[in-house]
């Protein structure tokens, strides 16, 4: 035996400080979640030339039947309906004509659906489509309604689809041709999956994107680096964003406002890169994936929250 070991037994009070009282990192702390919500965006989903990625969308959802099946209650908010519909209606490029933006988002819901589906049901797992307005946050008895329809389906073991319903609301789809903006409560699926971690109480909100995180300028550029973590969404980094691009409404600025959101409610945030296979699983293994967003020591509370 060596000395100091000798030593340790040998002197009063004291022992050797176990692995297990090591404080977690944040990275650890927000892996253990007990329940999250996943928001998939529909350059994840799409490849470039407009078709559905099936393998990317199967490698989601076995990530997620493998959170499911460890005891983690997961919620899906997923983008793609307008895409999958511009494609299934044989258009070369997203439509601009707000009915017909309606249109290919009331094909295109019924495929994404359909492909979730399929996917969950040879993981064994049940799946419910939940199509949202602003309204279904808005209004108290709607609220309660849809929070008591969603606590049930997670309670089921059913894993909730959520996007919003272009079908009949606007208010995502369209902008003001002149004037000031309408007042929205959210704009994108980046911040309506916010206000679902914040309306059922989940502590961890998964952004995928299809860029790695949060860079510090262009991350096309040489000079731009990833932010690995962010205490709170301060303005400094919110001038780190850039407008949307793609076929997607939402760009990094969204993302930042909804991980803001995240923070305000007690939770963590992370952007990472969709298309990395295997992301999800590497998110819950506590690796050094994306961008981590923590709240502030102010806004740090767990009251209600799921750990």
Not at 26 to 38: G, H, K, Q, T, Y
Not at 257 to 271: L, T
């Amino acid at each position: 035996m060596k000395k100091h070991e000798t030593d340790a037994r040998r002197t009063p009070g004291a022992t050797l400080a176990p692995e297990a009282s090591r404080k977690p990192t944040a990275r650890e702390a927000a892996a253990a979640a007990s329940r999250i919500v996943v928001k998939v965006g529909t350059n994840v989903l799409m490849r470039d030339d407009g078709s559905a990625s099936i393998g990317v969308l199967y490698g989601i959802a076995e990530s997620l039947a493998n959170l499911r099946g460890a005891g983690c209650e997961v919620l899906l908010v997923s983008s793609g309906a307008v895409g999958l519909g511009a494609r299934r209606l044989e258009l070369t490029e997203r439509p601009t004509k707000l009915s017909l933006v309606q249109a290919c988002a009331a094909v295109g819901q019924s495929r994404l659906m359909s492909m979730y589906d399929d996917a969950f049901d040879k993981l064994g797992y049940r799946v419910a489509q939940v199509l949202l307005t602003e309204e279904d946050f808005a209004d108290p008895k709607r609220h309660a309604n849809l929070r008591a329809t969603l606590e049930t389906l997670l309670e089921l073991g059913v894993i909730p689809i959520i996007n919003e319903n272009d079908t009949v609301s606007t208010e995502e789809l369209d902008a003001p041709a002149a004037g000031a903006p309408q007042k929205r409560m959210f704009g994108d699926n980046d911040k309506l999956s916010a206000l679902v971690l914040r309306h059922v109480g989940a502590s961890l909100l998964i952004l995928l994107s299809d860029v790695d995180g949060l860079y510090t300028g262009d991350p096309q550029s040489d000079a731009a680096t990833l932010v690995p973590e962010v205490n709170g969404v301060s303005d400094e980094v919110l001038a780190f964003a850039r407008g949307g691009n793609g076929r997607g409404r939402g760009g990094m600025e969204s993302k930042l406002a909804a991980a803001r959101i995240a923070n305000e409610a007690g939770g963590a945030a992370i952007i990472a890169n969709g298309r990395t296979p295997g992301v999800l699983d590497m998110i819950r293994a506590g690796q050094a994936v994306g961008t981590l967003f923590t709240p502030t020591a102010s806004t740090d509370s767990s009251d209600g929250k799921h750990q």
